[in-house]
């Protein structure tokens, strides 16, 4: 049964930063691709970042430049730095997970991020 433990989220001023981690269990991570989406009040779930096993980064157009997505591997982790934070970044965060053997996705249980402007 694969698990996502999300940590991180929190109330900032707009311009700040904060990071987001989640943790995986019960997964092939290694060779899974992780990311991170974001569903604002009343909005669609929405892509943010994702990052395959073969380290290929995506980003959506919104904060390409200030937010940043690694993986760790060895700790079955995925983090989102997220700097210069704008309202609009106001959301609930959830960790994804794609297994492309399986065809299979996984949601974190979701964090919330809200900037003050």
């Known amino acids: 049964q694969v698990q996502l433990v999300e940590s991180g989220g929190g109330l900032v001023p707009a311009g700040g930063s904060l990071r987001l981690s989640c943790v995986a269990s019960?997964?092939?991570?290694?060779?899974?691709?992780v990311g991170w989406y974001r569903q604002a009040p009343g909005g669609q779930r929405e892509l943010v970042a994702t990052?395959?096993?073969?380290?290929?980064?995506t980003y959506a157009p919104a904060v390409k430049g200030r937010f940043t997505i690694s993986r760790d591997n060895d700790k079955n982790t995925v983090n989102l730095q997220m700097n210069d934070l704008k309202f609009e970044d106001t959301a609930v965060y959830y960790c994804?997970?794609?297994?492309?053997?399986?065809?299979?996705?996984?949601w974190g249980q979701g964090s919330q991020v809200s900037v003050s402007s």
């Open positions: 019960g997964s092939k991570f290694d060779i899974s691709t």
């Open positions: 994804y997970l794609y297994q492309r053997w399986s065809d299979d996705s996984f």
């Open positions: 990052q395959t096993a073969g380290d290929i980064r």
